[in-house]
């Protein structure tokens, strides 16, 4: 199974402040990971996926082998950054057992 | 263009009752996927279909819940005896169906079982 974990439930971060969300995974294999973003009353949607090594509303995000780990980063909170996260695998076909990480609700504070 | 319809958005029903969730993905989408998302945690899968094919339900309660997509574009996902601990939001989701490519959820529908 392709497990990611999220350790933090919750980040609270002054607008202007650096922000990391932090994401390990535990699998074989060449990793493939998500960000998915949930603002309030609105749907998942995904932010960037490892692969394309882009930037997406100021977030980026490495995948590190050596620490398994793929976390989100932004140099300067914004308000409208208040959202839940989610890092996730992506379910590719085969009985991989998904399940998305738990979760971190990012609060940026005025 | 449209997004991954859902219905109903809300529902509560007793244990032991049966609910049906109905989902309808974004045309052209050959993948659809049932996710389940308890309180408190990430969206688990619970079944991915290719057309109307099951590629992965390996964390479907198969003994409860059922899921079907017929013609390949629709899909319901039945559950049936209804448990106290299946009260979650359940997400559909639709992609293109290449490995990997991104997907895209509907509003979700809440179960509340009493």
């Known amino acids: 199974a392709q497990r990611v974990t999220q350790p933090e439930k919750l980040l609270s971060v002054f607008k202007g402040a650096p922000v990391e969300l932090k994401c390990n995974y535990s699998y074989s294999g060449s990793p493939e990971l998500f960000w998915y973003v949930q603002y309030s009353r609105q749907r998942l949607q995904l932010l960037l996926r490892h692969i394309s090594r882009e930037s997406i509303k100021g977030f980026t995000a490495d995948l590190n082998k050596g620490e398994t780990s793929f976390h989100l980063k932004k140099p300067f909170a914004q308000e409208e950054d208040s959202a839940m996260y989610y890092c996730?695998?992506?379910?590719?076909?085969?009985?991989?057992?998904?399940?998305f990480g738990t979760g971190t609700k990012l609060q940026v504070i005025p | 263009e449209a997004g991954v319809a859902q219905s109903p958005r809300y529902k509560i029903i007793e244990k032991r009752q049966s609910v049906a969730f109905w989902c309808n993905p974004i045309s052209g989408h050959a993948t659809l996927y049932w996710y389940q998302q308890i309180l408190g945690q990430g969206p688990k899968l619970l079944i991915q279909?290719?057309?109307?094919?099951?590629?992965?339900d390996s964390q479907l309660p198969k003994d409860r819940f059922s899921a079907e997509r017929l013609k390949g574009v629709d899909s319901t996902l039945k559950i049936q005896p209804a448990k106290l601990e299946d009260s979650a939001v359940y997400l559909c989701?639709?992609?293109?169906?290449?490995?990997?490519?991104?997907?895209?959820f509907g509003p979700g529908t809440r179960l509340t079982v009493l």
């Open positions: 279909f290719q057309n109307n094919g099951v590629v992965d």
């Open positions: 989701a639709s992609s293109l169906g290449r490995p990997g490519n991104e997907q895209f």
């Open positions: 996730a695998p992506p379910p590719s076909g085969g009985y991989q057992k998904v399940t």
